[in-house]
């Protein structure tokens, strides 16, 4: 017998598709069998070309917009995706807001503090709020959070972007327990400094710095990130509720 990660009874949304991680998320769940929704929040373009990518996964598809930080806008988000593919039972919260440069918490400012609470913890309590309720009724449900192994490492000048990480990974600690007996599992991903296609395109993948202090001496891919993704959706992770892995190659673990 071979053991296979099969999505094709379920519908997959990916939140931040078009970033560098949220792509290949999206083709790898494809690949697995799911509809996808792929979302994006300004870069329509890509929302089309990666939705193009999938053609020969034969599965549904479609492109939704919204902010996730603001609660309407991912409401009218869930109306438009339950009326083009149906409703997702599995949920990839991936989009982040990106700042730079990271400053101490003497110099960050104060809008920054704001701006990863918005993008970590309001993102996956407004993407609870809509897309849990189905799952409940459906009694299966999948809902991932991307962190970060930064809130493992806590560096100095991480304290805005490990801040809002650290107050998501408290709001989806808590789902997984409000939320289990409903058969709907809630984990989270905490990927390393990941090598993606703009590495690729721009040859920085090698960066040794980095790399000569991970035990397996290289930086992860966006793809090793992807097969968790899909791991945690899919049967095989049936059992695995409330957990944070580390997908670092050693770099930080728990
Ligand atoms: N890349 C890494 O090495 C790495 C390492 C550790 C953890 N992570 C985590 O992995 C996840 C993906 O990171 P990434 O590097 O792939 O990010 P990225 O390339 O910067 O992409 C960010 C995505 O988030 C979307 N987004 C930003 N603000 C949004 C908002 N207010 N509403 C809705 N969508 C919004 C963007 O949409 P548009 O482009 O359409 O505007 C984009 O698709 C993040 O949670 C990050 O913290 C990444």
Redesign the pocket.
Known sequence: MTLNIDLSEHTALI????????RVMVKTLAQAGASIAI??????Q??FEIKESLKDFGVKTCIVQ?????LESVMKMKNEVESLIGNPDIVI??????IFPWRTVLEEDIKDYEDQF???VM?NVNMAKAFVPHMQRSKWGRFIG?????TIQTFETQSA?VSG?KGMDGVLRVLAKEIGPYNITVNQI?????V?Y?DRENGTEEQPEYSNNIPLRRRGT?QE?ANVAAFLASDLASFITGALIPVTGGNAVL
């Open positions: 939140t931040g598709a078009t970033g560098q991680l949220g979302h994006f929040n300004k870069n329509k890509s929302a919204c902010d996730v930080t603001d919260t991936n989009a982040v807001s990106q918005k993008s970590s993102q991307i962190n970060t192994e930064c972007y990480k905490a990927p390393g400094w990941t993606s703009k966006d990130i």
